[in-house]
């Protein structure tokens, strides 16, 4: 039923703008989710077979990408939607308001989004005290992290240590965003040296937390689609002499060719969504072929359709992520991308 209310929720949604028309619908859902209407409203997802990932069993490869619940107070809500997954924040150490508003911004007729949040988040300690509150949601739980704004990057390390620390006890996987170009100076620390000293570091620690509590938490690292051949031949060693567990790509892009003489194309920020398809599972395909089959990769980046999921898998993807197609399509597009990985799947073992 849900699936078929979206579309007339969502005409009325971006009637509003954009980023108070997101807090009302995690405000909804919420309500929807303590009243106990959201089961029967979002229906039962397709069945799909596991996926084993970083040594976790993900009851289905479709995920929520980090940035929807950037406080993590909606998990049990999306779980509810078909998600085998999903990944909360960006978190950081201190609580952060984010950059100026307005921040959020709808290209409609590109089926885009164009971002400028700047990790706005509780911080980590409130983000896990959320994530504590949680009580339903049987599937696979990542916690992503940054730095503050304020943080300079010779410092990183700290605040991603601090957050490691604190995300580790609630965390299935911590994935690490090197890659949102909405707080400065971030993406210098995806450069292979930076990424090689930031990993070496985190890997350390992940493994002292190992020994202290007698469990493994897989570390992942988020990375941009704007990156050059070089750069993907060289992180690609980075992360395989590393020990990285996972990559996830991608986040959004600086880019703007695709919506090049649109009124909002000059808008400072990250831009997700159809305009991103094509060039994020090139990238995927990229890093594939430099990986082989040494890491897995968690592919996201405008799947606004089944046929871009089909297109993800097979460029390399174990697993996927979806943000800003289901903002334009809705609880639908989850149960049909996983009717499209059953299909997928079946056409792979024939």
């Known amino acids: 039923?849900?699936?078929?209310?979206?579309?007339?929720?969502?005409?009325?949604?971006?009637?509003?703008?954009?980023?108070?028309?997101?807090?009302?619908s995690l405000g909804a859902l919420r309500v929807a989710e303590s009243l106990r209407l959201l089961g029967p409203l979002a229906g039962r997802a397709p069945e799909c077979a596991p996926v084993t990932c970083m040594g976790l069993e993900f009851p289905n490869p479709v995920g929520l990408a980090a940035g929807l619940d950037k406080e993590a107070s909606c998990i049990d809500a999306f779980g509810r939607l078909g998600f085998g997954f999903i990944e909360v924040?960006?978190?950081?150490?201190?609580?952060?308001?984010?950059?100026?508003?307005?921040?959020?911004?709808?290209?409609?007729?590109?089926?885009?989004?164009?971002?400028r949040m700047g990790f706005n988040n509780p911080g980590v300690v409130a983000g896990v005290g959320n994530i504590r509150r949680a009580r339903s949601f049987r599937g696979v739980l990542g916690v992503n992290i940054g730095k503050n704004k304020d943080t300079p990057n010779e410092n990183a390390i700290d605040d991603y240590l601090a957050c490691l620390r604190a995300a580790w006890p609630v965390a299935d996987y911590i994935a690490v965003n090197l890659s949102s170009p909405n707080t400065p100076g971030l993406r210098d620390l995806q450069g292979p040296e930076a990424a090689a000293r930031l990993l070496d570091r985190l890997r350390a620690e992940q493994e002292t937390l190992s020994r202290q509590t007698g469990r493994h938490v897989p570390l992942a690292f988020k990375v941009a689609p704007d990156l050059a051949p070089e750069d993907i031949t060289a992180l690609s060693g980075v992360?395989?002499?590393?020990?990285?567990?996972?990559?996830?790509?991608?986040?959004?892009?600086i880019a703007r060719d695709a919506v090049a003489g649109h009124a909002l194309?000059?808008?400072?920020g990250g831009l997700s969504g159809a305009p991103l398809t094509a060039h994020a599972t090139e990238v995927i395909a990229a890093f594939r072929a430099e990986l082989g089959n040494d890491l897995p990769i968690i592919g996201v980046g405008g799947i606004m359709s089944p046929d871009d999921a089909r297109e993800k898998l097979a460029a390399g993807a174990t697993l996927l992520q979806i943000y800003t197609g289901f903002i334009y399509r809705g609880p639908a597009l989850v149960h049909e991308i996983l009717a499209a990985v059953n299909e997928h799947s079946r056409s792979e073992r024939i």
């Open 1 to 24: 039923m849900l699936n078929t209310l979206y579309p007339a929720s969502r005409r009325l949604l971006f009637a509003l703008d954009a980023e108070r028309a997101h807090h009302l």
């Open 89 to 115: 924040g960006t978190l950081t150490p201190r609580p952060q308001a984010g950059n100026e508003k307005p921040r959020l911004f709808r290209l409609l007729e590109h089926e885009a989004i164009i971002n």
């Open 239 to 253: 992360f395989r002499d590393g020990g990285l567990e996972a990559l996830i790509a991608t986040n959004t892009t």
């Open 265 to 268: 194309a000059g808008e400072a």
